[in-house]
């Protein structure tokens, strides 16, 4: 379902089974989009609280792909990275960046999925595993993810990414295990028709001499 769709049908729900232009202005679709962002967020922080462990599936099915067609050269840090606000405006704030939950590199020949470092680094670096750990790993440090040098010459990423529902554009499919549609829908229609109608002053248009 596309973003502009949910909007519709919560509108369509405050107009008894129809939007009017009346039923419009009354319920703007911007209020709406407020309502149900709250809603949405709220509902994938939960998804997230709930599940067993934080690194397993359950929130992938609600991410949003980032193609990244350019790596930026190292840093001061010596290491290649990109800047997580050159991707999207912000992520869905969850504890230890789980809303970051894959990242692959886009070569043809062979992709390669990386993996979170959390730190690791120096630890791994005196461990004859070090060599066996062939694909790249990442950290996140500020806004930036970092990437170790098994990165090598890699020039793109796709990066999927646990956002707001901001972040989805009006015309945007919206992440598709939304079953509980039928929910946000009810509770946003349960939310705007408790929204006081807002104030309207009346310009009188009077002429100043």
Avoid: H
Avoid at 79 to 100: G, S
Wanted: charged letters at 25%; hydrophobic letters at 35%; glycine letters at 6%.
């Amino acid at each position: 379902m596309k973003k502009y769709q949910l909007i519709e049908l919560v509108q369509n729900r405050l107009g008894g089974g129809s939007a009017s232009a009346d039923v419009k202005t009354k319920y703007r679709s911007g209020v709406i989009s407020l309502v149900l962002g709250n809603l949405f967020d709220d509902l994938i922080t939960r998804v997230f609280q709930n599940s067993e462990n934080p690194s397993k599936s359950d929130l992938d099915a609600y991410t949003k792909l980032y193609p990244i067609t350019s790596i930026s050269a190292a840093d001061a840090t010596g290491k290649k990275f990109v800047e997580i606000p050159m991707i999207t405006k912000k992520l869905l704030q969850l504890p230890n960046n789980n809303a970051i939950r894959q990242i692959w590199t886009t070569e043809s020949t062979p992709r390669k999925c990386l993996y979170r470092d959390m730190g690791m680094g120096s630890v791994y670096s005196l461990l004859e595993a070090n060599t066996y750990l062939t694909n790249p790993r990442y950290e996140v440090m500020g806004k930036n993810i970092y990437f170790d040098a098994n990165i090598g010459s890699a020039t793109g990423l796709t990066i999927y990414l646990v956002v707001p529902f901001s972040e989805y554009a009006d015309d945007e499919d919206l992440p598709a295990p939304l079953e509980n549609n039928e929910t946000i829908i009810q509770q946003a229609y349960q939310i705007m028709l408790n929204i006081p109608p807002e104030d309207k002053i009346e310009d009188d248009n009077l002429e100043q001499e």
